[in-house]
C-alpha cells in the first residue's frame, strides 16, 4: 500500500538522523535487532498425503449468505499447518480472501483444540495435534459478500468455487492431496460441474473423490433456472452450455445463436487439433443481479454475462469473446502453462511474465475465434482491433512502462486494493488487449514470410495440439515459444518479442493491421453494433474528447469514470470523479455531447462544460474540433488482405 511505504520511508529518514546523533556519541551500533521470523510453512513435496479430506459444504443460507463447512482432515498427532488457498489460479495473484473465513473451530477426539494463525503468512494456521488423534474435526463459514454482485451468491444462483470452503495441509503437493467434496443445495436447485457425481440423495451431491487440484479447478454453478445445451461435435468431443438464468425466458436460444456457439467448437478443434478434458462445460451465468465473470478451468470455465445474452443479441457484441477466451485457456493457460505460472499448491507465489502469452495469446485466438465462429462479424471484428489500436493511440502510458511490465499488475492491483486512477499513463492489465495486436503482427509475418502458406494455426497445431487426452499439464519458458515459433517460420522470434513486448516502445504496435491489407482511420459513423450496446457501463469519448461517462444525467450529472491523459479535458482539466452537468449551457445528456462535438467540427467556438465535484460547480472550455472520432479499419486495395484470411472460418 503507497500509505505504509510512504510511512516507512518517513521512519527510515527519521531513524537516519538519529544514527548520526547517536554517532556523536559513539553509539552507532546500539539500537533494536531484528526478531527472528517464525518457522516457514513447510514447503510442498511431491509425495502422497496419506488418507482421503472429507469436505462437507452448506449452501442452503443463500438469503444471507453464509457457507457452512464441515471438515474431516487424517493425520497423525504434532505439528500440522492447514492452509487456505492463497493464490488462485487465473487470478495470478494472492487474492482469495481469507478473511472471509469465520467460526473456524477444531476438534481432536471430540474434544476443541487450539489453533494460531501464522504472524506473517494469513493463510497459514498452525496446530499441535494432541497424541492419540487420528483426524481433525474442522467447522468454519466462508461469508459471502453480501452484495451478489461481488461475491456471485444471490438466493437463485450461486457460483460455489472450493477454494472458498476448504484448507488443506501444508507440505505436499496439491495433485498428491485427495478429496471427498459433498454439497448441499437449496430445495430445488439444479447444479452443473465438470466432476463426476457418485450420489445424489435429494439435495445433498456427493461427487467423485478428486485431488485437491482438480477439485479447486472445477467449481460449481447452481440455482433455480438451468437448461443444458449440447455444443457436441460428435460423441467423443461432449460440450456442453450450462445456463443459469435471473428468469426462465432468458434461457431461450435461436437457432442461429445456437449454430454461432457450436461452430465456435469446431473451430476450435480444427485449430488445435486435440482437447484435454473427458467433457467441457460452460458454466453460464445469464444475470443482472449477480456480476459477470471468465475464469479458465482445464474442463470448465466460470462464464457471466448480463441476463440478456440470449434475449438482445444485437446488444452484445462487446462480450462475444468470453467464450471463445475461456474455452481456449483449456489449451493455453491450463494444459499448456507457462513453467513460472505452475506451482505446486496454491500458497506457493505464481511468477507472471509470460502473461502476455497465457492470456495475450488466448486474447488473439479467443477473437479470431469469435470471428471464425459468427459469434461476430468480421466487420465486428475488425472494429475490435481498431478500437484496441485507437486506444493505445491515445493513450501515453506506452510512453514509459513495457507491456512485460504490465504483466505485473495482478500483483499491484491486489496490493493497492483500488482501481488505477489514471490508467491510461499508468497502464493497466494490457497484456491481454496489447499481445491483440502484438500477435497479430506475429500471424501476419508468418503469412507473409511464408507467401501465405503457414500462420499462427501452425503454431497452434504444433505447440497446443500435443499429447491428445491427456490432463497433465506441460509447461513452456520463453526459449520454448521462440523455438516453435522458429519451426512454424524461421524469423528473429526473440529480438521481434524483445522489440514490442521487453522494451518500451512509443510506437502502438500496428503492423499487424498494415500487413493485414488495412488501416486504422477514425470518423463521425458510429459503428451499429454500438448503437445497440448496453450503455449502463458508461460511453465512451476516449478518442474525441478523452473521457468516459457513466449514466444520462437525470440523477444529476453523468459521472466521469476516466480521464485520458493528456487528452482535451485533461487539459483542460476533468478528472475522473466529476458530474457533468450540462454542454454548452443544457442539461448534459449523451446525444446532447454528441451533437455539440459535431457542430463544433464546423465551427471555432469551444465546447463548454459544466461539471460538478462535491459542492464546486466548474466550467471548462475545451478548445476541440476533430469531431467524434470513432476507429475503423479501412482496406488498402491492392495489399493482400490477410486480416480476412485469418478471420474465416476454416474448412
Ligand atoms: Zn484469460
Known sequence: MPRRFFWNGFIAAAFASLCIASNIYGQNSAGPQPVPLPPAVPAPVDAPYAGTISLSVDLTNVNAPILNVHETIPVRSGEITLLYPQWLPGAHSPSNRVANLAGLVVKANGKSIPWVRDRVNMWAFHIDVPKGTTALE???QYLAPIKPQQGRIS???ADLTWNSVLLYPAGYFARRIQFAPELRLPEGWKFASSLDTKAQNGNLIQFEDTSLNTLIDSPVYAGVNYKRVDLSPGPDNPVYLDLFADQPEQLEITREEL???KNLVIQVQKLFHSRHYDHYDFLFSLSDSVGGKGLEHHQ?????TAANYFTDWAAGVA???LLPHEYTHSWNGKFRRPADLWTPNFNVPMQNDLLWVYEGLTQYYGDVLTARSGLRTPEQARDDIAQVAASYETSPGRTWRSLADTTNQPLLSSHSGVPESWPSWQRSSDYYSESDLVWLDADTKIRELSNSQKSLDDFARLFFGIDNGSYITVTYTFEDLVKALNTVQPYDWAEFFRALVYQVNSQVPENGITRGGYRLVYNDSEPDWMKHMDKSRGTSFATSLGFTV???????????TDVVWDGPTFRAG?????????VNDQAFGISTLRQAILAAERSNTPIKLLLKRGKEFITLNVDYHAGLRYPHLERVESTTDRLDAILAAAD
Do not use: V, W
Request: hydrophobic residues 20%; aromatic residues 8%.
Open 300 to 304: 470448465s470455465s466460470e462464464d457471466g
Open 138 to 140: 474442522l467447522n468454519f
Open 155 to 157: 438466493n437463485r444462483f
Open 259 to 261: 449454430q454461432y456457439h
Open 319 to 321: 462480450d462475444r469473446d
Open 550 to 560: 457513466k449514466g444520462e444525467g437525470d440523477d444529476g450529472g453523468g459521472s466521469i
Open 574 to 582: 476533468m478528472t475522473p470523479d466529476m458530474q457533468l452537468q450540462a
